[in-house]
């Protein structure tokens, strides 16, 4: 499983930065994207990057940045003008997504108003 990180309580118009932590350069080998659940929502992929190029929910598109180190085993989601519709889990995981996944705990997001 990946492991999300770095989410927060945040006022609207703030930034958080996440993380999530493979080894063995996994995001490398393997396309991978950001996914969050809203409360009472389905998930939904609101990043992917796939051979350095990158795709974006409409809904984020010009506020968030998904991107890897050079090493391929972190990848990282910057979150910038968060406005409440952002709030929830948030998740790391391969792309497409397919039901064989598991996924982990994700990181809560929170954004006030």
């Known amino acids: 499983q990946l492991q999300a990180s770095g989410g927060g309580l945040v006022p609207a118009g703030g930034s958080l930065r996440l993380s999530c932590s493979a080894s063995g350069g996994y995001f490398n080998t393997y396309n991978v994207a950001w996914y969050r659940q809203a409360p009472g929502k389905e998930r939904e992929m609101v990043a992917v990057i796939a051979s350095a190029i990158s795709q974006y929910h409409d809904s984020v598109w010009g506020r968030f940045k998904i991107s890897t180190d050079n090493s391929g085993n972190t990848v990282y989601l910057q979150m910038t003008g968060l406005n409440p519709n952002d709030t929830g889990v948030y998740y790391c995981?391969?792309?497409?997504?397919?039901?064989?996944?598991?996924w982990g705990q994700g990181t809560q997001v929170t954004v006030s108003s």
């Open positions: 995981n391969r792309y497409p997504p397919s039901p064989q996944m598991t």
